[in-house]
C-alpha cells in the first residue's frame, strides 16, 4: 500500500495524528501535494461519503474522519495555493437571515470539502446581499442555503431574485436545505436542488457543478 | 385550591442530564454504546475500505461511548435550566394558538384545546453557555465533540420540557384537579400546523425573558436550546388525532405518533 492509501485508511479510522504524521512523511518523501491530497484526502472522504450514504457508518464516524482530513490539509494548504491548485469547484454557503442554527449547514461544509470543493461559509443569519456580494467576489458558480424556521424561508427566494437582478442566475447554481424545507420548496422558489441531508448535498453540488 | 400557577423555576443540571442512547439516537446512531454493531443491510462489500470487520464496528461503538462519556462528564458545567409556567383559560389561549393567521387549517390542536381541563403556557431552556462551547468546538475543528454536545444539550432541553410538564402534573394533583385517566402533552409553534410565528403571541403572554429567553424578529428564541409552548390536560381522546395532513409530508419527526401510542399507557392514574 502506498502513503496516500494509508492516509486514506487512516482518515476512514478518523486516526488525525496518524493522518497529519503521514502527510508529512509523503511530502517528505517527495510526493506532490496534489496527489497526496486526491488519492489520500479525498478518496477517504468518498469512502467516508459513500459508507454514510449508504447507512453503513454515522454522523460521528464522518465528523471524526473530517477532524483527520483538516490535520492532512493543514501541512497541504500553502503547497497547494504555491501550485496554484484548483479545488474541484467553489461553493458558498450559509444559514439565512434570521437563524441562527447552523450544525447541519456546518456538516454540508466539512462534507463539501471532504470532496475537494473551496467552501466560503458566511456562517449565520446571513442577509440576501451578503450571500450575492460573496459569490461575486468570490466567483463561486453555487450558494448553499439553510434554514430551519418557516419564517426565513422566504429569505431564499429573496436570494434567488437578487440573483437575477444581478444577472447572475445563469451563472451560480442554487441548492436549499434545512427541516421545512422541500423539494416542492425549491421548485416554487427556483432552486437548481434541495437536499434532505448533507450527504445528499455533496452528491447535488457535485452534479449541479458538473 | 386554585389551579392556577405562574411559577419560574429552576431545575439543577443533573435533573435534565440526558441518557447516553438519547444523546446517540439524536446523532443518527442505532444502538446504544456496548451493544453489538448493527449490520447494514446486505452483506459487508469488500475492497480497501469498505469491508465492515466486527471488529471496525466494536471500535467506533466504543469510540461513541468515549465520546459520550466525555460529553456528560462536562455538560453539567454547562447547563442553566430554567423554566416558566403560566396558566391560561382556553379562550384566551385561542388568542395566542391563532397568533398571525398563519396555522395550517386543520392544525390538529385546533381540535384540541378547547376541550382540554386545564391549559399552560410554558418556555424552559438550558442557556447559553453550551452554545457558546458547541461554536468554540466547532471553530477548533473538534466537530465530533461539538456534535455529541449538541446532541446532548437538545436532549437536556427537552428533559427541561418533561420535569416542567412533571411539575405542572403534579401541581394539578395537590390542587386535586387532576382526574384519573387525564393525559398531559405538550405542543409547540412550528409544528403540525400550528405556525410558528403564534410564538410572538406566546411570547407576549408568557413573558419568557423573565429565564432569559427572547425572541427574534424571525421567532428564533435565543438562546437557542430553548422550548416553548402549550401544556394541555384533558382525557386521552382529545389528544388523539390521525396524522394525514398535507403538512404531515414534510415532517421528519412523526413523534405524534409515538404520543398518541403512549396515550394508551393507564400508568399517569
Known amino acids: 500500500m502506498q502513503l496516500p492509501e494509508h492516509i486514506a485508511s487512516a482518515l476512514q479510522q478518523g486516526d488525525d495524528e496518524t493522518v497529519a504524521a503521514l502527510t508529512r512523511e509523503a511530502l517528505e518523501f517527495g510526493i506532490a501535494a496534489r496527489k497526496i491530497l486526491d488519492e489520500g484526502l479525498i478518496a477517504g472522504m468518498n469512502v467516508i461519503g459513500e459508507q454514510f450514504r449508504a447507512h453503513e457508518i454515522f454522523l460521528p464516524d464522518v465528523l471524526l474522519a473530517a477532524r483527520a482530513m483538516y490535520a492532512g490539509l493543514d501541512p497541504l494548504q500553502p503547497l497547494l495555493e504555491r501550485e496554484g491548485g484548483v479545488a474541484r469547484g467553489k461553493v458558498v454557503i450559509g444559514t439565512v437571515q434570521g437563524d441562527l442554527h447552523d450544525i447541519g449547514k456546518n456538516l454540508v461544509a466539512i462534507m463539501l470539502r471532504g470532496a475537494g470543493l473551496e467552501v466560503i461559509d458566511l456562517g449565520n443569519d446571513v442577509t440576501p446581499r451578503r450571500f450575492v456580494d460573496a459569490v461575486q467576489e468570490s466567483g463561486a458558480a453555487l450558494i448553499g442555503m439553510s434554514a430551519l424556521l418557516t419564517t426565513t424561508m422566504p429569505v431564499m427566494k429573496e436570494v434567488i431574485a437578487l440573483l437575477a437582478r444581478e444577472g447572475l442566475a445563469k451563472k451560480v447554481k442554487v441548492i436549499i436545505g434545512g427541516a421545512p424545507v422541500s423539494a416542492e420548496f425549491a421548485r416554487e422558489i427556483g432552486a437548481d436542488a434541495y437536499a434532505y441531508d448533507a450527504a445528499s448535498a455533496v452528491a447535488h453540488v457535485q452534479r449541479l457543478l458538473g | ?269
Open chain 2, 1 to 269: 385550591m386554585s389551579t392556577a400557577i405562574d411559577t419560574r423555576l429552576v431545575f439543577a443540571p443533573d435533573a435534565v442530564r440526558p441518557q447516553p442512547a438519547a444523546i446517540l439516537a439524536r446523532l443518527g446512531v442505532p444502538g446504544a454504546p456496548g451493544e453489538a454493531p448493527a449490520m447494514s443491510g446486505g452483506e459487508p462489500r469488500h475492497g480497501p475500505g469498505r469491508r465492515e470487520a466486527p471488529a471496525a464496528g466494536w471500535g467506533r461503538h466504543a469510540r461513541n461511548g468515549v465520546l459520550v462519556a466525555e460529553v456528560l462528564d462536562r455538560i453539567d458545567d454547562l447547563l442553566v435550566p430554567r423554566a416558566v409556567l403560566r396558566a391560561i383559560d382556553v379562550e384566551r389561549f385561542a388568542a395566542v394558538f391563532a397568533g398571525e393567521g398563519h396555522n395550517a387549517p386543520e392544525a390538529p390542536l385546533g381540535t384540541i384545546f378547547p376541550h382540554a381541563r386545564t391549559l399552560a403556557l410554558y418556555a424552559a431552556t438550558v442557556g447559553g453557555p453550551v452554545s457558546v462551547e458547541i461554536a468554540r468546538l466547532f471553530s477548533e475543528r473538534d466537530f465530533a465533540r461539538a456534535a455529541f454536545l449538541d446532541a446532548a444539550a437538545s436532549e437536556a432541553t427537552e428533559r427541561a420540557g418533561i420535569a416542567l410538564a412533571d411539575h405542572y402534573r403534579a401541581h394539578l394533583q395537590a390542587c386535586g384537579a387532576w382526574r384519573r385517566g387525564d393525559r398531559l402533552l405538550r405542543y409547540s409553534p412550528g409544528y403540525c400546523g400550528w405556525h410558528v410565528s403564534a410564538q410572538r403571541a406566546l411570547f407576549a403572554a408568557l413573558e419568557p425573558l423573565r429565564i432569559g429567553v427572547t425572541l427574534r424578529e424571525s421567532c428564533l428564541m435565543e438562546p437557542l436550546k430553548s422550548i416553548s409552548g402549550v401544556i394541555v390536560v384533558g382525557p386521552a381522546a382529545i389528544h388523539r388525532f390521525e396524522p394525514d395532513f398535507a403538512f404531515c409530508a414534510a415532517c421528519r419527526s412523526a413523534e405524534c405518533r409515538q404520543r398518541m401510542r403512549a396515550l394508551e399507557d393507564d400508568t399517569e392514574g
